[in-house]
């Protein structure tokens, strides 16, 4: 009987030590997520910024892209400007072609303005344009500028 009774106690002693480490390791697994979950968002910001400010070829994509979008304003601008010289002395049929020409080029360059705002107003975008640019193009101002 002293056997049976002595295997009866290491088996629970067995039983005992495997739910210890089921628990440990289930809390364990629990303290990991939760310290992951927690901070999701600082790395988050982590790996974003990684992308951006440590990778040079998205430094000078966003650099050259503003210079793009500026450019581009500034040359829709001319544009119009050269259709409305145009249109004061063009003949009537003309005079239509150009409206339409008018209506479509302010549109388009109202998009490119607002295009350009939009990424200058982003933050990870905004720290790689060039000085010399203006920080927003005004819709109703004719007379972009885009270097000195």
Known sequence: ????????KAGFWVIGGIAALVTVGLIITLVIGGISWLTAPFRGEVDERARTDGSGA???????EFFGLCSTVQSKEETIKALEEED???SESRRAQISVSLTALKSSRIEAVNEYNAKAAQEH?????DEDL????DVNDMSTTCAP
């Open 88 to 90: 004061k002395t063009a």
């Open 1 to 8: 009987m002293g056997t049976t009774r002595e295997e009866v």
């Open 58 to 64: 998205f430094r000078i994509a966003t650099y050259e």
């Open 134 to 137: 203006p920080p927003r193009l």
């Open 125 to 129: 975008r905004s720290a790689f344009k």
